[in-house]
């Protein structure tokens, strides 16, 4: 990738990072630094493969070199939870950290992003646990198939952490009925009562629904290897059923399922716009300013598709 940057690292240049275990296929730098260069900052977004027994290690560490922030990918979101020193509502809510952002108590006491400080930082720093994840899923979904979640009936295929989330997150947002379909059955059973407990207005069915949906969203990892299957039972759902497909995989741009949804002539999308948007409020979170999106978005797919 050639720099982006204005200007180059120098002694006042700030970072923020991925830590992930493997990193090296991840598109968060060439989107992040892109934004950030847009954003005029002399800031650097850097990955790194940090194992998860050295995760908490590692959060320190950056915390003591004064990073902006840090964002948290496969296999650290859940563990994440247990290392950070405070947690928003937005890790609460959802059970999971991707973002972290480091602060500094002032002289009155109030904890502040290290993005203020841009010389000296308090002595007092800490780090707080940010989830935005889940927001990114509904975001995407409903710019990217221009659709309404509130009141919409939905397909998920999937209950594993991804899975979970969107699930929490869809009856969040006001989806009046969602058909949790998971290879293992206990997990699905898990979420839907998770679902039921917390979000009562949506009826959750476990099981292929008969009539039509407004949206099928697929969480499982079928569809990431050539030659995967599709990610539903074609014998007992019949995609012509769905108004729209959106599937969390973003790489192959088109899988089986975005093929077939075409096909069936359902709006579909992959799951770029997730990727994107999670790093999107991410940067808002670190800076306190709008992001970039457009210019962020360019980056990404011309990191991902080329
Ligand atoms: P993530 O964090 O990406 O959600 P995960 O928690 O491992 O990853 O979840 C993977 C999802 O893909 C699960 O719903 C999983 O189904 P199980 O809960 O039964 O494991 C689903 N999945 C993975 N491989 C599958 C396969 N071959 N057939 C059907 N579902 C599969």
Redesign the pocket.
């Known amino acids: 990738m050639s720099d982006v940057f204005a200007t180059p690292i120098n002694a006042t240049t700030r970072y923020c990072a991925v830590y992930g275990h493997p990193v090296k296929h991840s598109a968060s730098p060439a989107f992040q630094n892109a934004g950030l260069a847009a954003l005029g900052l002399n800031w650097r977004y850097l990955a790194f493969d940090v194992p998860p027994e050295q995760l908490r290690e590692a959060i320190l560490g950056a915390q003591r070199m004064r990073f902006i922030g840090v964002n948290l990918t496969?296999p650290h979101k859940l563990l994440a939870v247990g290392m950070v020193d405070a947690l928003d509502e937005s890790a609460r809510s959802w059970g999971a950290v991707n973002t972290i952002r480091f602060e500094a108590r002032t002289p009155s006491g109030e904890w502040k992003p290290l993005a203020l400080f841009p010389d000296e930082v308090p002595p007092e720093t800490r780090s707080q646990g940010f989830n935005t994840d889940a927001g990114a899923i509904t975001r995407s979904v409903e710019e990217n198939l221009a659709i309404s979640l509130r009141g919409a009936r939905a397909l998920l295929l999937?209950?594993?952490?991804?899975?979970r989330t969107a699930a929490l997150k869809l009856a969040s947002d006001g989806v009046a009925e969602l058909f949790l379909v998971?290879?293992?059955r206990s997990?699905a059973e898990d979420v839907a009562r998770e679902i039921r407990e917390r979000f009562p207005a949506t009826r959750c069915t476990l099981d292929y629904p008969s009539g039509p949906v407004d949206l099928v969203l697929n969480?499982?990892?079928?569809g990431l290897k050539a030659g995967d299957p599709l990610?539903y039972d074609s014998a007992r759902f019949d995609l012509s059923k769905a108004g729209a497909v959106y599937d969390m995989i973003y790489r192959p741009a088109e899988t089986p399922l975005l093929c077939a949804a075409k096909a069936a002539g359902c709006r579909a999308a992959n799951g770029v716009g997730m990727l994107l948007y999670q790093g999107v409020k991410a940067l808002e979170i670190w800076t306190g300013q709008p992001a970039p999106v457009a210019v962020m978005r360019a980056a990404l797919v011309k990191n991902v598709y080329g």
């Open positions: 496969v999937g209950a594993g952490g991804a899975g998971n290879r293992t997990k969480a499982t990892s079928l990610p």
